[in-house]
């Protein structure tokens, strides 16, 4: 039987009403208490976050088209120095220090102001759903040379859209199940990738990884694949309100996350570029597929596309429920109408998924290099945001509660932000001038979004509420809104 929480109300001040606005508690019957869903522990954190990065190699391989082998390799050596590191140390600080669901964009409200805050939730959803829509792409890139009907025309049309309903459902399940299944998709993803190598072994040329010619190199869509595989490390951050102890969990779980995608990464290149000739313009969506079937026949190539379709079902179980619980938190904290946070039965945000299931729905007729390129531009602004106020905050709070403190002083934050805030700059540069000019309309849209949903609040044509469970930690939504 559902439980109805007391009414607790908070108020901060709108025009009208003698400058005060009432916000009445979520948690009304249409929303399950929280105490009663399970909570996610630390194996199924690490496969989380791992499908939230990674999901396996499958997708590096325009890094070799790109770049040849050496720079392929080389890039997923040292881009996790320049960029996965200092994202992963910065998600595990900040979100240690606000444990609740919305992540970065509670962290950016807390030290830019809430207009900032809600710019930052509406680009980081709107670029994990372009995100998410490439991973039904992938999918029948993988099984397009076993079905070739799946390479285009009403059959893809249809099986795209039956695919993303299949796992929207499974998100709507519940968190935990999400996670549990993604430790076994996890394991069944890499297992066909220990075989390929055991198998490679006698076949392996080291000289081949050694092949550059700087003279041919698609530096934007080198970087791009690079960055795309190597980020979203903050993503885990918007539903750590769902996380066991995560003062501890998180910071952990980041470290194991982390070794496991450089290293999934990093055997598949070697193999792949190591067992046979390379011949970059074939390095494509869906290579490793090929490489299987040469290295060890048909049932290998099968063993690699059945893993890639697994990955791919990981990948958008995971984005999917970063999106929908960064909408939920939004909610919570007064951004968007009420009903963004009311739960399913299972404990999961019913709308948000809705919502983030359509965005996908919609993007998913772009190809793999436009969705890429689109997500990376709207996905640096909001790094740079975040960066922005990490530094802030360590400025402003330096005394407030951070279970997880980065062993760095003040000089040290704001050095460590320098590389991959110049990584961003470049990856943004870089940009096709169709995708910037998309991606700048999707920003200004934002930029209005906020203030006409204060305006619907205002008119209370629908309501916006401040959850009462959120903890006081800093400065956060309506407390920004208090401020004369």
């Not at 870089?430 to 995708?435: E, F, G, M, R, S």
């Amino acid at each position: 039987m559902k439980q109805r929480n007391p009414t607790s109300k908070q108020t901060s001040p709108m025009p009208g009403d003698n400058g005060v606005l009432d916000y009445t508690s979520l948690g009304g019957e249409s929303s399950p208490t929280l105490e009663k869903f399970q909570k996610v522990s630390i194996i199924p954190l690490v496969f989380l976050i791992f499908y939230e990065v990674s999901g396996g190699p499958f997708g590096v391989e325009d890094s070799v088209k790109a770049a040849g082998p050496f720079l392929a390799v080389l890039g997923f050596l040292i881009f996790p120095l320049i960029w996965s590191i200092p994202e992963a140390l910065i998600t595990a600080e900040m979100g240690t220090m606000f444990p609740e669901n919305g992540g970065y964009v509670v962290w950016v409200s807390s030290a830019l102001g809430p207009y900032w805050g809600f710019q930052q939730g509406w680009m980081k959803w709107l670029s994990g759903v372009i995100d998410n829509a490439l991973y039904p792409v992938l999918f029948l890139d993988y099984l397009k040379s076993a079905v070739p009907a799946l390479e285009g025309g009403f059959p893809r049309t249809v099986a795209v859209l039956v695919l993303t309903l299949v796992l929207t459902y499974m998100s709507y399940r519940g968190l935990t199940i999400v996670g549990w299944v993604a430790i076994l998709l996890g394991v069944i993803s890499l297992l066909p990738f220990v075989v390929m190598g055991l198998v490679a072994i006698p076949r392996l040329k080291p000289s081949r990884w050694l092949m550059v010619d700087l003279g041919n190199v698609n530096w934007g869509l080198y970087l791009n694949t690079l960055f795309w595989n190597l980020n979203y490390w903050d993503s885990i951050s918007t539903l750590t309100g769902e996380v066991d102890n995560p003062s501890k969990t998180l910071p952990r779980a980041l470290f194991y996350a982390l070794i496991l995608v450089v290293l999934g990464y990093f055997f598949p290149l070697l193999i792949g570029t190591g067992a046979i000739p390379v011949e970059r313009e074939l390095w494509s969506d869906g290579y490793f597929s090929d490489i299987a079937k040469i290295l060890g026949g048909v049932w290998l190539r099968s063993w690699v596309q059945a893993a890639s379709a697994l990955s791919n079902m990981g990948m958008f179980l995971a984005e999917m429920s970063s999106d929908s619980f960064q909408l939920l938190g939004m909610a919570e904290h007064g951004m968007l109408p009420e009903f963004f946070a009311k739960r399913s039965r299972h404990g999961t945000p019913l709308t948000g998924i809705l919502f983030s299931a359509s965005g996908v729905i919609m993007l998913s007729w772009l190809s793999f290099q436009e969705i890429v390129a689109a997500e990376n531009f709207l996905y640096c602004f909001g790094m740079i945001m975040e960066f922005t106020a990490f530094v802030k905050l360590r400025v402003k709070q330096p005394a407030a509660s951070r279970p997880y403190r980065i062993p760095v002083g003040t000089v040290g934050s704001i050095l460590m932000c320098i590389p991959p805030t110049a990584l961003l700059l470049v990856v943004v540069a870089l940009a096709p001038n169709k995708v910037m000019g998309i991606s700048l309309v999707a920003v200004m849209i934002g930029l209005v979004l906020e203030p006409f949903l204060r305006y619907v609040e205002k008119r209370r044509w629908l309501r916006f509420s401040i959850s009462p469970n959120l903890q006081d930690c800093g400065p956060a939504y309506h407390q920004w809104n208090d401020q004369p």
